[in-house]
């Protein structure tokens, strides 16, 4: 502590969630090896409960691109607030997905070998919300790839282990699943203002 992290003060009260302390510099959080993916060979592959389809980094691109300053909480207590990302929203990408009526969750997967195959569920209320993207720069750099680079996700409202880092794929799934945190005792849902770290069993 005190080196890298510092206790928020009563005005931030309302930004930083119980439980957490500021972050100095941004930390990188990744379970395993960090993927080398060039922004030519990414792909979004979306598949279950959809049409399957594949999206191309220019497809992507050719959506519109928008900025957006959002915090950053990591469940093991530290926040960084207003992160300034650029990308693509989420409701704009589920545009070009056809769903299925009876997807009500979507599982994002992420680029890795095996165990370093990266999950995390969401249910779809907490996916297709304006303020939730797919980030391809970072405080106006293209993405490093410890930060998920060329391309992750950001959930601002939950805890970050839900923002998948080198995402590949969106499986569209009629129920909850655990990903790979919440196979392992992290909450389903993650809401950083209710403490839900982990899940009581
Ligand atoms: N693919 C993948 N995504 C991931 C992770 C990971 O290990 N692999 N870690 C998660 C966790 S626990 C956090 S806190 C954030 C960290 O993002 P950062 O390394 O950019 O700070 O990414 C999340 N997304
Ligand atoms: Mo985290």
């Known amino acids: 502590?005190?080196?890298?992290?510092?206790?928020?003060?009563?005005?931030?009260?309302?930004?930083?969630?119980?439980?957490?302390?500021?972050?100095?510099?941004?930390?990188?959080?990744?379970?395993?090896?960090?993927?080398?993916?060039?922004?030519?060979?990414?792909?979004?592959?979306?598949?279950?409960?959809?049409?399957?389809?594949?999206?191309?980094?220019?497809?992507?691109?050719?959506?519109?691109?928008?900025?957006?300053?959002?915090?950053?909480?990591?469940?093991?207590?530290?926040?960084?607030?207003?992160?300034?990302?650029?990308?693509?929203?989420?409701?704009?990408?589920?545009?070009?997905?056809?769903?299925?009526?009876?997807?009500?969750?979507?599982?994002?997967?992420?680029?890795?070998?095996?165990?370093f195959a990266y999950t995390t569920n969401l249910s779809l209320d907490d996916f297709v919300r304006d303020e939730n993207f797919f980030a391809f720069e970072l405080f106006g750099e293209p993405l490093p790839a410890e930060h998920g680079g060329p391309m992750r996700l950001v959930v601002p409202h939950l805890y970050a282990w839900k923002s998948a880092k080198w995402i590949r794929g969106l499986e569209f799934l009629s129920q909850d699943e655990p990903g790979f945190w919440e196979r392992n005792g992290y909450h389903h849902r993650g809401e950083p203002w209710a403490e839900e770290r982990y899940s009581v069993r």
Not at 75 to 92: E, F, N, Y
Not at 95 to 102: G, V
């Open 1 to 115: 502590m005190g080196k890298f992290f510092e206790k928020p003060g009563p005005e931030l009260s309302d930004r930083v969630p119980p439980g957490q302390h500021l972050a100095k510099g941004f930390p990188v959080l990744t379970y395993g090896a960090t993927p080398q993916i060039s922004r030519d060979d990414w792909e979004l592959r979306i598949w279950g409960l959809a049409t399957p389809i594949t999206l191309s980094w220019a497809d992507v691109m050719a959506l519109p691109i928008h900025s957006f300053t959002a915090d950053f909480h990591c469940v093991t207590t530290w926040s960084k607030l207003d992160v300034q990302w650029r990308g693509i929203r989420v409701t704009d990408l589920m545009r070009a997905i056809a769903l299925e009526p009876s997807a009500s969750h979507v599982m994002q997967h992420s680029y890795g070998d095996g165990d």
